[in-house]
């Protein structure tokens, strides 16, 4: 895509920016470790940047890529810290930030729980010490499955410490596994995708270069900057070298550079057999 079709939108607390030059680098993955985003702005203007040094409490960063024809969010987080400098003829500030980060780091939970309490309800309750919406976590507490599952703790049992490690260690017993993404809880069966169709990656639909096949069955590639592929998301690859399968996006990082080459996605993904929903 030519340079001038690229479209962006940021906005940081109420600041919005969608014409300066910027550069980000956003990392997001199925594990319940923050998602992360490192964001350039070139030459802000001196009232935002003393607005964003002096603002707290981890205002809200979210980015929307894209082209002409349409833009899609890639990142929603809260702001971590942010630095402004100049270099040269330049004001360069830089903003960093996680996903939940804060919510991950310090929400805490002790509680116990009796004799044949379902999973739904323990799930319920730490996601409740959680100030990320609960995402697609409503529609799996919902669904029946965790309830099933919850059937196990028939001996009662106890949460203490770390929320995100306590949800990590009962949703891990009970055949699932979580993430927030763009601060919703995503908890979905191991290794399972995420329902919806599968997004095509071939070199007409935006693969760049030849994909590769890791030492560990990864599948790595790099394709044009689609807002639609994330972590979890079932993809259908096929190239000289990769014969024709689906596969689970593990881990992608988004690749923006408003005067550069950059606006890609660069995928891990994971062989899958299973049937896409």
Same mark, same amino acid.
Request: glycine residues 10%; aromatic residues 6%; negative net charge.
């Given at each position: 895509?030519?340079? @001038?079709?690229?479209?962006?939108?940021i906005?940081?607390?109420?600041?919005?920016?969608?014409d &300066?030059d910027?550069?980000?680098?956003?990392?997001?993955?199925?594990?319940?470790?923050?998602?992360t985003?490192?964001?350039?702005?070139?030459?802000?203007n001196?009232?935002?940047?003393?607005?964003?040094? #002096?603002?707290?409490? %981890?205002?809200?960063?979210?980015?929307?890529?894209?082209?002409?024809?349409g833009?899609?969010?890639?990142?929603?987080?809260?702001?971590?810290?942010?630095?402004?400098?100049?270099?040269?003829?330049?004001?360069?500030?830089?903003?960093?930030?996680?996903d939940?980060?804060?919510?991950l780091?310090?929400?805490?939970?002790?509680?116990?729980?009796?004799?044949?309490?379902?999973l739904?309800?323990?799930?319920?309750?730490?996601?409740?010490?959680?100030?990320?919406? $609960?995402?697609?976590?409503?529609?799996?507490?919902? #669904?029946?499955n &965790?309830?099933?599952?919850?059937?196990? @703790?028939?001996? %009662?049992?106890?949460?203490?410490?770390?929320?995100?490690k306590?949800?990590?260690?009962?949703?891990?017993? $009970?055949?699932?596994?979580?993430?927030?993404?763009?601060?919703?809880?995503?908890?979905?069966?191991?290794?399972?995708?995420?329902?919806?169709?599968?997004?095509?990656?071939?070199?007409?639909?935006?693969?760049?270069?030849?994909?590769?096949i890791?030492?560990d069955?990864?599948?790595? @590639?790099?394709?044009?900057?689609?807002h639609?592929?994330?972590?979890?998301?079932a993809?259908?690859a096929?190239?000289?070298?990769?014969?024709?399968? @689906?596969y689970?996006?593990?881990?992608?990082?988004?690749?923006?550079?408003?005067n550069?080459?950059?606006?890609y996605?660069?995928?891990?993904a994971?062989?899958?057999?299973?049937?896409?929903?």
């Amino acid at each position: 895509m030519p340079l @001038f079709n690229r479209k962006y939108e940021i906005r940081v607390d109420t600041i919005k920016f969608t014409d &300066l030059d910027i550069s980000v680098n956003v990392t997001k993955t199925l594990e319940p470790e923050p998602n992360t985003c490192d964001l350039i702005i070139y030459n802000l203007n001196e009232q935002h940047q003393d607005q964003l040094s #002096s603002i707290s409490g %981890g205002p809200a960063v979210e980015i929307q890529v894209g082209y002409e024809d349409g833009m899609g969010r890639i990142y929603l987080g809260q702001l971590r810290d942010v630095t402004s400098y100049r270099d040269g003829n330049n004001w360069i500030t830089e903003l960093h930030s996680g996903d939940a980060e804060r919510d991950l780091g310090e929400a805490r939970i002790n509680k116990s729980y009796g004799k044949g309490t379902q999973l739904d309800k323990i799930v319920k309750d730490m996601i409740g010490n959680l100030t990320s919406s $609960a995402g697609n976590a409503a529609k799996a507490l919902l #669904s029946g499955n &965790l309830a099933e599952a919850g059937r196990q @703790f028939v001996n %009662g049992v106890t949460l203490s410490g770390s929320v995100r490690k306590e949800l990590d260690r009962i949703l891990k017993s $009970a055949g699932k596994e979580w993430s927030i993404q763009d601060g919703e809880v995503q908890i979905i069966d191991l290794g399972v995708c995420l329902p919806g169709p599968s997004i095509r990656i071939d070199s007409t639909h935006g693969l760049i270069g030849s994909p590769t096949i890791s030492s560990d069955g990864l599948l790595k @590639f790099r394709t044009l900057m689609n807002h639609m592929i994330t972590p979890g998301r079932a993809l259908e690859a096929e190239s000289k070298r990769v014969k024709k399968a @689906f596969y689970r996006a593990e881990r992608c990082e988004y690749l923006g550079d408003s005067n550069e080459q950059n606006w890609y996605v660069d995928v891990e993904a994971a062989l899958y057999k299973g049937a896409i929903v």
